[in-house]
Structures are given as C-alpha cells and as structure tokens.
C-alpha cells in the first residue's frame, strides 16, 4: 500500500522503516533535515513540507500522524481537513487525549474525510520488535489498513478495539498499567537494595526466566539495571504525558475503582523526592520508549 507519515522522529522513523521493509510506499514529511534522510536510508521519500507530499500520494491518501499530543496534533488535524479530499483517511497515531477524537470527527466528515484512532505502543524498540496496535476505527476502515498493520505489528499484536476514540482510550489505560507495573518493580527494588546482601540486579534477572511476573517492562528494567546498577546519575523525577491523568479521570467518572493505577500516578507526582524507587522509575523508562509514556 501507499501511505503518508507526517512526522518522521523516533516513533514516526521506526514505523517508516518497518513499512517500508514490509514492501510499502512510504512517503513521510519533517522539518528536521536528520530525520528526512534517515527515513530516506530506511527506504521512505521524504519531503520538507506537507502539501509536497499530499500532492505525491495516490488517492484515496492515507495520511497517518505521528506528532507530539496536543496542540500540535489537533492543528495537524485541522490543517489535513482543508487539504485532503473526500474519501481520504487521516489516522492519528500519537499518544492523544481520546477525548478530542469527536472533534477531529466532526473537523474531517464535514468534508468526507474519515479518521481512525490508533493507539501504539513499542517505544523506541518497536521498529525492531514490532509495534502494539489498538484501533478504534469502522470495520471497513479496519479491513483496509490491515496490510499495513500487519507490517508495523509484533505478531498478534493489532486488533479493533472499538469505533473512532477507543484506539486512544486503550492505549491511556495500557499506559495507566504500565504505570502501576513499573511501580511494583520499582519498590520491589528498593525493598531488595534495603538487604546488602542481596544482589538485586542478578535477583530480579532470576525473575525474568519463569516466574510469574516476568515481562517485557522487566526485561527492560533488568538491561538499565545492568548498564548502571547503582544508578548514578538517575534523577529522581518521573515525568507523565497525561495518559495516566486520563485513565484516572475516567475512572472517576465511571466510579470504578483503580487504587494501583492510580497509585502509580501519584507515585509519578511524588517523584521529586530523591529516594531509589523513583530513580529506577526513570531509568527502566528511559529503556522503555522514546515516546513519552
């Protein structure tokens, strides 16, 4: 298939490169000179501004976005509706608020565009492992895009989640469970470094053979362990994109009960003081992803 990546940075090159291997048209669009050529040595056609690269595809276009959430996104979103046609397919891919999903709606139907939602996750490493892929989106749609997902993806990892806005919505409360994983390790870890005769990086390797609670955020924690287990250097603040904020205010709004989610958030809040569970927070995260989690 033929598609369009605006934003060609961490996240944006590694899906390029995937796609591209996977037998695509690639063509992508940044203002960073850096990123244009690498994506250009990945196999994609790059271009220095968006009307260049929506005059190149084919229609109907896909247009998938990969900009930082926000301001930035929602502009993308309003800029594509007075450029593309009808018919043409604006996906957003970046880790939004699944909230503005009924406005990007209504912005692009009104000029026949449709929109799809897709929540990832993979990080930094996902160009190399595959992606996770939850999209909120019409079954049609869906169908569509299934060659391209199947390039981007780990193995059995995309599925329709939902209609338009449930993309985004998985991926906050994935994000709101990573949050309360990786306190868990966290303060595992600094009950274990509490007991100098205990190992802790060869203690929580042992956990990543078969015990039941070896993962990939694990694995991850375990290799930044290895590359510094002392941690010198860690700070002790742990930033937060919003997603965590959101999975907790829906769950207030459903009165469902998220105490360890939610608690990983607070954790995150807290994070200024200067203690070992929140630096092993920021050093298994800066393993984890290039895209703010």
């Not at 002790?236 to 105490?259: F, H, K, N, Y």
Request: proline share 3%; glycine share 16%.
């Amino acid at each position: 298939m033929q598609i369009g990546l605006l934003g060609l940075g961490k996240m944006g090159g590694g899906m390029a490169l995937r796609l591209a291997q996977g037998g695509h048209d690639v063509l992508g669009v940044d203002l960073s000179e850096e990123s244009r050529r690498r994506a250009e040595d990945n196999g994609a056609r790059t271009f220095g501004d968006l009307r260049s690269m929506l005059a190149a595809l084919d229609g109907p276009r896909i247009v998938w976005v990969m900009l930082p959430a926000g301001r930035l996104t929602r502009e993308a979103v309003t800029t594509l509706a007075g450029l593309l046609s009808e018919g043409d397919l604006v996906i957003d891919g970046g880790n939004s608020d699944f909230r503005d999903a009924p406005g990007h709606v209504e912005t692009l139907s009104a000029r026949g565009i449709r929109f799809a939602d897709i929540g990832v996750s993979g990080g930094q490493w996902g160009w190399q492992n595959g992606y996770g892929l939850m999209v909120g989106s019409d079954e049609p749609t869906y169908r569509e895009i299934v060659p391209i997902l199947d390039s981007l993806a780990a193995e059995g990892g995309y599925s329709r989640v939902g209609d338009v806005g449930a993309g985004h919505l998985v991926k906050a409360i994935h994000n709101g469970i990573q949050y309360g994983v990786l306190q868990a390790y966290a303060e595992g870890f600094a009950l274990l470094k509490a007991h100098p005769e205990v190992d802790t990086v060869a203690a929580m390797s042992a956990w990543q053979g078969g015990s039941s609670i070896r993962s990939w955020l694990l694995e991850q924690t375990v290799e930044a362990l290895k590359e510094n287990p002392t941690l010198d250097g860690v700070g002790s603040q742990v930033s937060d994109s919003g997603m965590g904020r959101w999975t907790a205010e829906e769950a207030i709004r459903l009165a469902v009960p998220t105490p360890v989610l939610t608690a990983g958030l607070h954790a995150r809040f807290a994070s200024r003081a200067d203690d070992d569970a929140a630096k092993l927070l920021v050093a298994a995260r800066g393993r984890i992803g290039g895209q703010k989690s």
